[in-house]
């Protein structure tokens, strides 16, 4: 389970650009929960590349989910200072309706 706020900063950083870049094949905003997102968080607080997974709920959505973990890859996500210390797992959907 992540840590609510790792998970809550990455929203933060994260979100907008997952939702703005990936898109569905046809060039509209993916529709609600069709991406899950998972990745690691080290200690210090960065995104382990070689653990995201991206995957898509309808096969439709396969190219989003792909751009998704190429995105976050290339992410400089840093979680804030009081969540640092042990690593985690995020855990999430995007774009999320919560």
Do not use: H
Not at 4 to 17: H, N, T, V
Not at 72 to 78: H, P
């Amino acid at each position: 389970m992540s840590s609510p706020a790792i998970e809550k900063a990455a929203r933060a950083q994260l979100y907008w650009d997952l939702v703005q870049r990936c898109r569905g094949p046809d060039g509209k905003i993916l529709p609600p929960d069709v991406i899950r997102v998972e990745f690691n968080v080290d200690a210090d607080g960065y995104i382990v590349a070689p653990t995201i997974i991206g995957s898509a709920s309808d096969p439709r959505y396969d190219d989003a989910a792909t751009c998704m973990r190429r995105e976050l890859s290339a992410a400089t996500f840093r979680a804030p200072a009081g969540a640092r210390g042990l690593p985690t797992r995020v855990d999430a959907t995007v774009p999320s309706v919560d």
